[in-house]
């Protein structure tokens, strides 16, 4: 709630077209949808016309399915992330139309159409393993009205695959880089280009890589500039941020 | 065993009312029930009244069932933690009106009432995803004798869902506040309140929260006064720690 | 700022008697003081009557000096933490009766009296060299307006000295207990006493203990109920929360 | 080196106008200058007009003055980053005019002026003791030619002070919001703003936070989209995100 | 393969008796036997005529059939541990008689008897659900001769359920203490008696205990003397150190 | 893509035997595959003759088979590693004559011979449970072209086990060392020999292994010279860097 | 406070020859000494003639100087550990005859003799680096009445250093060892005798050692039967132990 | 001491040209040297012509010292690392002519000259503050009897300095490669030779660094084949390995 809202609140009221407890009310109404088991924030997709998101993981089906029950009464596109196939079987019984994506754990409603703008965002993916997590990202990015370039399985072990593909990687606005192991990748990428590098750590290997931990501490103390970094296995976090950047 | 009752033992034994084997033997018996498996403290339960706890975790369903069926012949109002649907089965053979609350994981055993205070506990919840934890501290503080209030998903994320919700929050006499990821919620109504805030991280979350570790420093390096924490995920902890002050 | 605050001013506008760009103004500054390094927060201050605090660590002596000035124009006590000798020098300049407890690194200036409640807290110290973050929670409590029985050196490796001071212990209304190393004094503690008791682990000792961690997680995981943790060497915090519910 | 370059250069050696051996050579040297101790990387500088910047922990004052000499030869701005007091004697010698910022620790050589784009980065600080991280931030941001709002000490134990900037902060093409201790405020302002939240782990801090480690993971698991983190005291990669992403 | 051994194959090997080739066909075999996927050490069990040993964990059930099937020729008493039910299975089949402890998850086969010494171990136990490694540690001091009390469920959180036992703790002559949580009862133990404590952390509970680790550091760390500390959950360990102790 | 490579096509590009355009495209499409889900990388087994290898774990047994299909096109020998047995059936499909190696989980593929160094590798086993990660090494090192001798549980506990071998390890060019628990096995080892020791830290054990880091720890800090560690149960990496040196 | 104690105190209240307050004032006064600052545990060393023990860290040199004088009027023997050349000055101001052992950072004052039992007591090092750690182990025991053997820098890289000292080593009723970086020495000494060794890990190395971590986590999991641990760089916890055992 | 030694002295033994308490001395005495604080080891240096090693650290100048005198009797060359100033002017007094590295912290004494095999050692550099650890790896092999390239500054935010130097990398027998912060460089470089690759991470950098481990992990988690790591900042274990593998 801006000082804009606040100063026509205020307005309305001196003025008598508002009542007080009317203006207390909407204060506390408007901007909030209480499910019981979620509480849902109405207020910026109501702006933006931005899809509305769910996060699945740690919810029933059955509470995915509510949510996305009361989201498609306002009309706007809706994505779910970290979904199970029983959460696509429930969210199909009241939207069969709901797309599930297997390799990003995605469900995606398209609603309306949002235009894009003329530049893209690149997904590059260091090993076969980092799909899921750079799809989720990919996914993300294109329901939030981007175009996506996908490069795949260019890690460092065998670097000049990645320089077959410079020409896309140097073109885009914003790089998405998803690595696992010892996250080298957004480093190279950030030596590379003059665009903000997003890296996101994935917890794909074994052994020292603790969940995901050495590539994590890779990319925090990467030496290459305009680099930074999301949670690991956060690919909804990395084309969320990208196509904010890249619809600047 | 406090120095009221060394004196009185030791005033019987002078006065010879209290034999010296009897006296030993009492000091050793009387606060402990041995089933060979546990070792149950029947001392504070005899003097207050308190409900008597079952931890239920790395229990076999048997040995609740025998601890709870010991217990009834106490009768105490009786909480178990943790409990398995297994433990569930076990538990209602010998006792057929145990409530089993499915979220909480908890079964309760309301054997007398205990009067309430006019004061309330709020337990305030980040996401959806913390809800079991946050039962488990609702539960708790009932059958401890409280009047609780339940407000949901009003993470950081959203931050007016909270503001919303604030003449609630600020005139319960302790809040519980239960998050799981950043753990930035206590913070945030530590900065609101002038009462004491008991944080409750949880393990929900995925990558860099390495199973609740995130929310536990966020949550014990709060800037915020008046805020303490409690073991991850330890709802009951809460719960019990806000009926002490609640009932102080 | 609450409802009724809001409704006040909202009626304000309503009938006239406050122009909207003053509310706007009046939202937004009457809560801060802006000094270029610090931003101080009048707010809760104005309203208790409570002691104004500073953190001293990071500050130079001479931004705590400026601090401490601008409180001074507001009769309130103020207490300073984490202060160095360099620091006592730069305050002693602005407000000569500053009293300097060199354990405890405390700066501590009485404006006015704040009168006790009939309860005490009891702050309990394993070993002696906990002793300053143990006199840093019971500064904080005396100047928050508590009586505070200090009882030193009685950690578990000599368990029997803890029971000598057991009516004390008991008596109190809330027992701080501070530890290092293993950090098992507040659970014994805990398993002793009816009321709230507060752990403060603290980084003292070498080897495994790794800055506080060991009793940290000692502290975090203890099995008696009624206890919960502030962060290591945080003795003020434990104070602070301990005067709230002394006070409640 | 990119396609266009390889284009031209092949089309020199077709046209004979680049010989072989020339053409190896060209591609060896024209990027970077070895100085023994440091191989200076012309490559971007020479094409954007970009500062050039040095890196100044683990450096030795005659190091950091002898890359300084070579960078005036190029007529670009200059940063020093992370520079000691020896350091700034030594540079002095070989450039007068270098501008000392004390609290950032960095060294600036203004040789030309960079044209700024019409919007601006906001800095926020949450507390006194982060103003050093913040600063480099900031001052990194200007030398890149970017206009920078400062907003200090708006933490989230006094999130008030945070809402009456907010209007600043909402206008801001990019937030870079750096935190220690919980490292909450990030989440904050990622709630509350459409635009891109650049967060800064500081170490500031006592016990659990660990070196800046409770500040990272709490910013990495922040439930608030659009933000990412950059490492733990790394002002001078925040700064220079914000300028790629503000000149986009 | 000590100094007399090594005289005596000298001497043989001076006088003739003994060919050099046998001399270093002998050093070289007869104190192992290679099963393939397994090298068995006969050299101290020979001596000894202590039980032989074989750790489960990580092998096939067909494996562990073979080593028992081996080790039977000997005519020693053989003590499994970590067995699954899979691996009782395999072992009946070459012994029918092999004993199976389901708690301890152990296999014991007894060929002769071991005389006892006069002294007793005693295995005291914080709760019920390290009840597996407790009996894990008495069903190896018991095989391996000695004399065992088992003392149950007598945590910190009811210290005074410990003192009803002291007389038992107090004559024994090595006492073993197993817990988890915070693991603070080998403290109060080892400030309680004259003799060696070995302390053994267990994995079990939740939250910031972290597989052990609050444990360990707690029981590392003890301010009570006499205590060490074997690997987490490690009754095997406990009971054989406790052995060799017992029986000096 | 080197030094010599760029000569000629530079060259090929003055004479005018090859186009701009062709040269362009040579430079990126020559060394790479791309399979959509992956991009294999050709460049160094068409030149070297070295066997093609595929990381099984985290793909699907269909994109296994899929990469094996399209390699079997370059007649070169084939490892897989970490495969499951779903990937086998798969691969079986279509390349009947895989072999598969239980304890290893690899899959090897031989098209042809390569010639045998006159040196061996020696593969030392500390324990029976290590056997999978040293079959890996094993196996890995066979089909790159050598000789290996297997010395199988040999760990410090009984470590007469290990002198008995001594000649196969002194006279092997160099050593892989596989333990898990303390890892001091390649400690050992490696003050025993004069050439290259490799050390493979295993996740076996349990308690305060905590995943292999007990081991990884103890092999990094090892006192004896000559020894260098691969990641956690990267059975793999040794046997390939071994195969590296034996046939330098 | 032993069962014996409590029935003689029981019959002396019930014949009148102890008053009950007599009674009271007896159980809390008779072990402790308070001296403001610290606790004396007078309980233990009353009865068994042991020395006194002061643990120098943390502790000023006027609180070290007034424990000793304090203990000095109960004519044992003591011993003060982690003492600094400060301390020193301090005690010999109160007792001139204190001896300083620089090497173990000790304090000793024999007041009486202790005699000794025959068998003795091998403190075997790693390193040059780890004698402090071992001296102070050494000398712990020398105080407390044991006969010891020193083996020093007989660390695994160089291992038949330490076969050359097989038969001191072999005939001691207790091992202490002593090691830092890899910690690997306890598990070859605990695999060649049959006697208890007490692990000593210290902090002596660099990188990855982690202050000690390497070596405890390698001695914790050591595969080696009768070996325990003590805290990282505990000297004295090592002696007293051993103490202990060899006087059993 | 290997079977050819024993078999010698069977024979001397059997021939009676050695006496049998004569070879149990010779077996004892001829490999080490007890200095009282050290024991060295004579064994493989006499037969390699190695040069002998003295690891300076947490010895005083004094034993630095009294060890070179020793070792100068033996007339082999000497190589101390981790030396303080101190210590090279106690050297020199036993010494005149030792050579102090004052970057790589050495000391070197050459008495004799060791021939240079054909290859050379390539020691690689990611940044200017990592000179320290790589001139003592490039000290080391010298002195080991090695040609060492230096390759300086080419970290992977300006991957194009390293190709410039792709020629002589690739040449080497073995390479050395050194980084702090991410510590990629070793994944690229292992990517572009077919030879081993050491790769030592450094505790250069700040922030999520902590001390080397985002470093060491990283390159343990490298997908580039061929690497292997060494402890953290451990450049002499890095030069002795690649010493060992260049000479073999």
């Known amino acids: 709630m801006n000082q804009d809202d606040l100063s026509k609140l205020l307005a309305g009221v001196k003025t008598g077209t508002v009542e007080i407890n009317d203006a207390l009310e909407q204060l506390k109404n408007f901007t ?12 910026r997709e109501l702006r933006t016309g931005y899809p509305e998101v769910i996060y699945g993981q740690g919810k029933t089906p059955e509470q995915v399915a509510g949510i996305v029950q009361y989201m498609l009464t306002r009309h706007n596109n809706i994505l779910a992330t970290r979904v199970t196939p029983d959460m696509v079987e429930s969210v199909r019984k009241v939207c069969p139309e709901a797309e599930y994506n297997h390799t990003a754990r995605t469900i995606a409603i398209r609603m309306k159409e949002i235009p894009l703008p003329p530049t893209y965002i690149a ?5 076969t ?10 996914v993300t990015a294109e329901i939030f009205g981007n175009r996506v370039e996908r490069i795949v399985d ?14 896309v990687i140097r073109q885009a606005r914003v790089n998405i880089v998803v690595a696992g192991m010892e996250g080298a990748l957004p480093s190279i990428v950030g030596g590379l280009v003059d665009k903000p590098v997003i890296a996101v750590p ?3 290997g074994y ?10 501490l890779g990319m925090l103390t990467s030496c290459a500039s305009g680099t ?4 690991i296995d956060n690919g ?4 969320f941020l990208a196509s904010m950047i890249n619809r600047l």
Do not use: C, M
Request: charged residues 15%.
């Open 202 to 204: 994935t917890s794909v």
């Open 236 to 239: 909804f976090g990395a084309g």
């Open 154 to 167: 260019v890690g460092v072990a065998g670097i000049h695959r990645l320089y077959n593909r410079l020409d």
């Open 129 to 138: 393993s980092d799909l899921p997590v750079a799809e989720e990202a990919a």
């Open 228 to 231: 930074s970094v999301v949670n």
């Open 207 to 216: 052994g020292a890589n603790f969940g995901g931990l050495s590539a994590l």
């Open 123 to 127: 997904v590059i993916t260091a090993g």
């Open 32 to 43: 909030v949808k209480d499910l019981g088991y979620a509480t849902i924030d109405n207020h």
